[in-house]
């Protein structure tokens, strides 16, 4: 049987640190204990921005180059190219395609996925089945990149949250079992609790609605808690009963790095250890789609997991969107020098 697993992984984070404490500086009159009240919840301790002039697809660029370097694959060889992002270049033409030219990956197709920060385990999915049914299929580029905090209102406190990166991985062919099962999730009733109201088909860019600011991103009501707390161990039990394990005997989970209470609430609830859940939103800031394969990247470069380890990546989105995949490093995975 034709299996389909990750041989190497790549990230991207940026030069321009942001701490903080300049955003306490920044909202200390609009907003004065709005850091202090989410700084202990998220997690979030920093973040890093890139140079105003670049776009989505150049931070994508830097995570695929990274990850095509360790797996000694030249752009030339890639069949596909998938991106999954809600901060896209621009509404049309798709970000992949633009990345596509950036990288030189002159054979490939490409699409994107728009899934929020459940883009990533979606397109994941998506490319394993796509390598387990295509013989002709080789190299699939999937990358994950973020970089919503350019299209948010700088005066709006929730900017806190948003870090720019990416983050890549190389699925290929394989005789042993790597990506396995998937769940998935989704309330379309919540679409405009957190969201981008204008230059969409459904309200298309006006003068109004530019200087009303509806061209930026909003939360304008809270998700409730029990859309990750209660949604994202019902996905990981599915995934237990459709690929045949049991929690427990899962050596890493990687969770969407929006919210560190939130992960140890769902830790909790699987009766599973805080040390299970690899977490980076502490030095990254929320990278939103860019996060999961950021973290699995982190967790494989820190020697948490290697081949023989079984992880389950698990995104959550606005929406809301929710996918989850076990997957398993095999022996074909690359590690960093000198690992």
Known sequence: MRHAAIVATGIYV??????????RARFAESAPDFVDRIEPASGILTRWYAPDDWATSDLALEASRACLARAGVDPTELDLVLVGTD???????ATSVVLQHKLGASRAGTFDVGCACASFPTALGIAAGLVATQPWMRN???VGAYMMRKLADPSDPMIFLYGDGAGAALVQPSDEPGLGATAYLADGALAKDWYIAAGGTAEPMTVAALDAGRHQVRMHRKYPPAVNEEGWP???????????FAPRDVDCFVFTQVRRRTIEKVMARLEL??????????KWGYTGSACIPMALHDAIDAGKIGP???VVLVGSGVGFDQAAISLRLTSALRLPEGA
């Open 273 to 282: 250890p805080m040390e299970r859940a690899h977490l980076v939103m502490d």
């Open 140 to 142: 699939v580029l999937v």
């Open 234 to 244: 019902k996905m990981i039990h599915e995934l237990a009963a459709r690929d045949g």
């Open 87 to 93: 901060s896209p270049d621009y509404i049309t033409p």
């Open 14 to 23: 940026p030069e321009i640190e942001v701490p903080n404490a300049r955003l």
């Open 308 to 310: 023989g380890s079984h």
